[in-house]
């Protein structure tokens, strides 16, 4: 096998081949981009298989992730607080419902607004608002209408 010779260094003693050597540059900068493209794929790759570990779990979910720092709403934080939340409200609507009118439970003291029960009071229908069935009236007959 032949020895390999830099670009610049003839083993002939003939003088460099400046075509020849440019080509190699490029060729050199096109191995070295690509290698840096591979290096930041190996780091996507480590951080989708962070991620994908981290589901460990529930399972996966097989969502399709656009990005690795991307969450499903399926594993969300604020799907996850909106249904603890859900539940606590939920919790103090039952517990409302067994308590006497203008008694707020412990359950809702965190959910009660004054002004938001001033509304809902003058959203409540009173008696005096509904129309009241005409009285019955006394025909010849003796019944009524």
């Not at 992730?65 to 606590?88: F, I, K, T, W």
Request: proline letters at 8%; glycine letters at 6%.
């Amino acid at each position: 096998m032949g020895r390999i010779v830099p670009a610049d260094a003839c083993s002939c003693g003939a003088s460099p081949d400046p075509l020849r050597a440019g080509r190699i540059r490029e060729l050199e900068a096109e191995r070295d981009a690509a290698l840096r493209e591979r290096d930041e794929f190996e780091q996507a790759i480590m951080a989708l298989e962070a991620k994908i570990s981290s589901l460990a779990p529930h399972g996966s979910c097989a969502c399709s992730y656009d990005r690795p720092g991307d969450v499903c709403m399926h594993h969300s934080p604020a799907l996850a607080a909106a249904q603890a939340e859900n539940a606590r409200l939920l919790i103090a609507l039952h517990d409302a419902i067994r308590q006497p009118m203008g008694v707020t439970p412990d359950s809702a003291v965190e959910f009660y607004s004054p002004r938001m029960a001033d509304e809902a009071e003058a959203r409540r229908p009173r008696w005096s608002d509904r129309a009241r069935p005409a009285a019955p009236v006394s025909t010849a007959t003796g019944g009524e209408v």
